[in-house]
């Protein structure tokens, strides 16, 4: 490729990005910020576009204090991100409609910014080749494979022949179905990286830039719930324009073909939807196809000699937590912090990620299929879904007494504390859990006591 050094300019120590995402913009501004010199591969054409063919890239993705941390370390200016029509809405209002029920809401106590994972791009690279620094995007340029020992990765541009192009480190940043996993996979010994792929049990549409006067002033959000069909559509308001996903498991888009389904489907299930926006919703419902909501991604290792793994690529979650995102940007920064932390030796950041960051992809793995069951989807039974029900009831009772004082470890671990690690909030809930399951049991062994004699004594 006429792009392609054939060894490192001016010695700055060689990075190859595989994947223009989150991911990999943030590694990218964060390691040529350390001094390297940074290459950047991305399939796509326009990856700051929607393609006709691509509006599942379209949906709605929100950024929370730990993205917010992570991007200012890598350099960027967060400000930008929230100038006017710039594709992104500071939110902090979130009306929960749920059919068949009073309206609820959350008044986030930080600042959180909803954009569609486009515009989260778009705006990433218009800064990214705005920084000044030795980095170069190349688009509709894919990976192919790679030799480890040679050091090389296989790049095909277009329709053209792939080419070698040679690394010090190498990043796979290329999502949920990365093939730089499934190079390194293959290149390392049996068994010294395994992988799973898990893909979530619901499906989603997009619906972009409905009018939708009455959903009052910008910066608001309203997510419609319905138990029935199985998930809730998410809607923002920005400009005048309803934006969102609807998101239900597979049965509950059996059946629905013309617009007319769609329409009767959101009049029962989410009653609160504005009727006038009913019609073009259900439009776009009806042509459009359905996309898997994510697919969880656990890795036993995220790298090998000279390579590493970040984002959806080593330790991909579903979008219950609203975490994917943020911790694929954690994972871009904290590869220019490990360097500089090992004295910008190169060679060493991709065990050192591992170390560093493996408990805490786990962890986070664990949180998000805790939420799946605690939200009801693995069904009504299920004893975490049971006691998710006894914490609320407490935790609700907690926070009405305390005013607000006693707030869920989730909810203030996960959002809004950048620094809290994942597996700290792991254990806590852990904690939390078996403290509740034992003062269940407590509670059932104390009536079994009080009511054992009455009944024998009644016999
Ligand atoms: C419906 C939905 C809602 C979500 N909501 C949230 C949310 O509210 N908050 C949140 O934090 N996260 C959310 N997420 C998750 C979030 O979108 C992802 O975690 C995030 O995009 C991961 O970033 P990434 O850069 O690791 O991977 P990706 O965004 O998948 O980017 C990977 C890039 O690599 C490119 N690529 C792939 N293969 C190759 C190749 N061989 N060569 C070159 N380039 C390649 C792809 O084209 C892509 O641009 C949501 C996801 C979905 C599906």
Same mark, same amino acid.
């Given at each position: 490729?006429?792009?392609?050094?054939? +060894?490192?300019?001016?010695?700055?120590?060689?990075?190859?990005?595989?994947?223009?995402?989150?991911?990999?913009?943030?590694? $990218?501004?964060?390691?040529?910020? *350390?001094?390297?010199?940074?290459?950047?591969?991305?399939?796509?054409? &326009?990856?700051?576009?929607?393609?006709?063919?691509?509006?599942?890239?379209? /949906?709605?993705?929100?950024?929370?204090?730990?993205?917010? =941390? $992570?991007?200012?370390?890598?350099?960027?200016?967060?400000? $930008?991100?929230?100038?006017?029509?710039?594709?992104?809405?500071?939110?902090?209002?979130?009306?929960?409609?749920?059919?068949?029920?009073?309206?609820?809401?959350?008044? !986030?106590?930080?600042?959180?910014?909803?954009?569609?994972?486009?515009?989260?791009?778009?705006?990433?690279?218009?800064?990214?080749?705005?920084?000044? =620094?030795?980095?170069?995007?190349?688009?509709?340029?894919?990976?192919?494979?790679?030799?480890?020992?040679?050091?090389?990765?296989?790049?095909?541009?277009?329709?053209?022949?792939?080419?070698?192009?040679? #690394?010090?480190?190498?990043?796979?940043?290329?999502?949920?179905?990365?093939?730089?996993?499934?190079?390194?996979?293959?290149?390392?010994?049996?068994?010294?990286?395994? /992988?799973?792929?898990?893909?979530?049990?619901?499906?989603?549409?997009?619906?972009?830039?409905?009018?939708?006067?009455? #959903?009052?002033?910008?910066?608001?959000?309203?997510? /419609?719930?319905?138990? +029935?069909?199985?998930?809730?559509?998410?809607?923002? !308001?920005?400009?005048?324009?309803?934006?969102?996903?609807?998101?239900?498991?597979?049965?509950?888009?059996?059946?629905?073909?013309?617009?007319?389904? !769609?329409?009767?489907?959101?009049?029962?299930?989410?009653? &609160? #939807?504005?009727?006038?926006?009913?019609? *073009?919703?259900?439009? *776009?419902?009806?042509?459009?196809?359905?996309?898997?909501?994510?697919?969880?991604?656990?890795?036993?290792?995220?790298?090998?000699?000279?390579?590493?793994?970040?984002?959806?690529?080593? &330790?991909?979650?579903?979008?219950?937590?609203?975490?994917?995102?943020?911790?694929?940007?954690?994972?871009?920064?904290?590869?220019?912090?490990?360097?500089?932390?090992?004295?910008?030796?190169?060679?060493?950041?991709?065990?050192? /990620?591992?170390?560093?960051?493996? +408990?805490?992809?786990?962890?986070?793995?664990?949180?998000?299929?805790?939420?799946?069951?605690?939200?009801?989807?693995?069904?009504?039974?299920?004893?975490?879904?049971?006691?998710?029900?006894? *914490?609320?009831?407490?935790?609700?009772?907690?926070?009405?007494?305390?005013?607000?004082?006693?707030?869920?470890?989730?909810?203030?671990?996960?959002?809004?504390?950048?620094?809290?690690?994942?597996?700290?909030?792991?254990?806590?809930?852990?904690?939390?859990?078996?403290?509740?399951?034992?003062?269940?049991?407590?509670?059932?062994?104390?009536?079994?006591?009080?009511?054992?004699?009455?009944?024998?004594?009644?016999?």
């Amino acid at each position: 490729m006429a792009e392609s050094p054939a +060894a490192p300019p001016g010695g700055k120590p060689l990075v190859v990005i595989i994947g223009g995402g989150p991911a990999g913009l943030c590694a $990218a501004a964060a390691l040529a910020r *350390q001094g390297c010199s940074v290459q950047v591969f991305e399939r796509r054409e &326009h990856p700051d576009r929607i393609p006709s063919d691509a509006e599942d890239r379209a /949906f709605v993705v929100g950024l929370n204090p730990r993205g917010r =941390l $992570a991007l200012s370390k890598a350099g960027f200016d967060l400000e $930008a991100f929230e100038r006017p029509n710039s594709g992104v809405v500071a939110v902090r209002d979130v009306k929960a409609l749920r059919s068949g029920k009073k309206q609820g809401g959350v008044r !986030y106590p930080f600042k959180m910014l909803l954009g569609d994972r486009m515009s989260w791009v778009r705006l990433m690279l218009e800064q990214v080749e705005g920084m000044g =620094l030795d980095i170069t995007c190349t688009f509709n340029t894919a990976c192919e494979g790679l030799d480890l020992q040679g050091r090389c990765a296989s790049i095909r541009r277009g329709e053209g022949p792939a080419e070698p192009v040679p #690394f010090d480190l190498l990043v796979g940043a290329d999502g949920v179905y990365s093939k730089v996993r499934g190079s390194l996979a293959e290149a390392l010994p049996p068994g010294q990286l395994t /992988f799973s792929l898990e893909p979530a049990p619901r499906l989603y549409k997009v619906i972009r830039d409905v009018p939708a006067e009455e #959903f009052g002033g910008g910066g608001q959000v309203s997510q /419609f719930h319905s138990r +029935a069909p199985g998930d809730s559509p998410f809607g923002r !308001y920005e400009n005048g324009k309803l934006c969102g996903t609807l998101r239900m498991n597979e049965k509950g888009w059996e059946g629905l073909h013309s617009p007319a389904d !769609y329409e009767a489907l959101i009049r029962t299930h989410f009653p &609160h #939807f504005p009727a006038a926006c009913v019609p *073009q919703v259900a439009a *776009q419902l009806a042509e459009r196809s359905a996309h898997v909501a994510s697919t969880r991604v656990s890795a036993s290792t995220f790298h090998g000699p000279g390579v590493v793994l970040i984002g959806d690529a080593a &330790h991909a979650v579903l979008p219950l937590t609203g975490n994917g995102m943020n911790s694929a940007l954690q994972d871009g920064a904290m590869l220019g912090e490990l360097l500089v932390a090992h004295g910008g030796c190169l060679e060493v950041v991709p065990a050192a /990620f591992t170390a560093a960051r493996k +408990a805490d992809a786990d962890a986070l793995l664990w949180l998000d299929k805790r939420s799946h069951t605690r939200l009801g989807f693995e069904g009504r039974w299920a004893p975490r879904f049971l006691l998710a029900q006894v *914490q609320g009831a407490v935790r609700g009772a907690l926070e009405g007494l305390t005013r607000g004082a006693v707030r869920p470890w989730v909810t203030s671990g996960l959002y809004e504390s950048p620094d809290l690690r994942y597996s700290t909030i792991k254990r806590r809930l852990m904690i939390e859990d078996a403290a509740t399951a034992a003062a269940l049991l407590g509670a059932a062994a104390a009536a079994l006591r009080w009511l054992a004699p009455r009944l024998t004594g009644a016999a």
